[in-house]
């Protein structure tokens, strides 16, 4: 069913200019950005259908099928660009911060928080899974959805791992204790989002960050 509102009732674009011979990927990625500004408009994955991704690019819903054989393969190039828009920004702070692995570990997960900040709607549909449908019923598949956000998980291990080599982290499983640094931080980032009028200490960010990662206070 086609949703009404705001990202529904846009008007059609202009039609889109045919691209010459060994260009399709220029609309295959046309196709990517306008369902991620449809995203931003209405803050709803939903709002993402093939007939408004069209409509968004100025093309018949049909010229679609040649990238994406239904709406759900569209979500998926969504998210994997988001993720890999996440994970090139968190190594660029790593890379930024320099040396000091207690600092550099408190980087990324802060710059982690603040793309949640910055872009809730594209967080929610990257983590909330509302957009994956039933997998026999679209083209996607187990393993389609398995690696999404693994590297981002490997760029907190590694950050950790380099505090327990530096012996400022007693984590004896810093794989583990990854995993669960990452729940921390998802957690506040989700409740920063919709509890917005709670009172969090200022330090919240760091007592998490502390705790999960078994950073050794002395060393603060």
């Known amino acids: 069913m086609e949703r009404t509102g705001k990202a529904a009732s846009a008007p059609l674009a ?18 990517v950005a306008a369902a991620v500004e449809l995203l931003d408009e209405a803050g709803d994955e939903r709002a993402i259908t093939l007939r408004s991704v069209a409509r968004k690019v100025g093309i018949a819903a049909p010229s679609i099928y040649p990238h994406f054989p239904d709406q759900p ?15 090139n920004g968190l190594r660029s702070i790593l890379d930024e911060t320099g040396d000091g692995p ?4 408190y980087a990324v997960c802060n710059a982690y ?12 549909t990257m983590f909330g899974g509302l957009w994956a449908p039933d997998l026999g019923e679209s083209s996607l598949t ?16 590694d950050a950790l791992g380099d505090c327990v080599a ?27 989002a919709v509890t917005r009028a709670f009172p969090w200490p200022e330090d919240i960010a760091d007592r998490i960050i502390t705790t999960l990662a078994h950073l050794d206070t002395a060393d603060a």
């Open 166 to 192: 530096a012996g400022q982290s007693t984590s004896t499983d810093p794989s583990a204790d990854a995993v669960a640094l990452w729940l921390g931080l998802h957690g506040l980032a989700h409740q920063r």
């Open 113 to 124: 928080l603040e793309f949640a900040r910055l872009h809730p709607e594209r967080y929610r």
């Open 14 to 31: 202009p039609a889109r200019a045919r691209n010459r011979r060994g260009e399709g990927g220029r609309l295959r990625d046309d196709i």
């Open 102 to 105: 207690r600092r550099r570990l």
């Open 142 to 157: 187990t393993q389609d959805l398995a690696r999404l956000g693994m590297e981002t998980i490997q760029i907190l291990v």
């Open 73 to 87: 393969a569209i979500m998926l190039a969504v998210v994997r660009q988001e993720f890999s828009g996440l994970e």
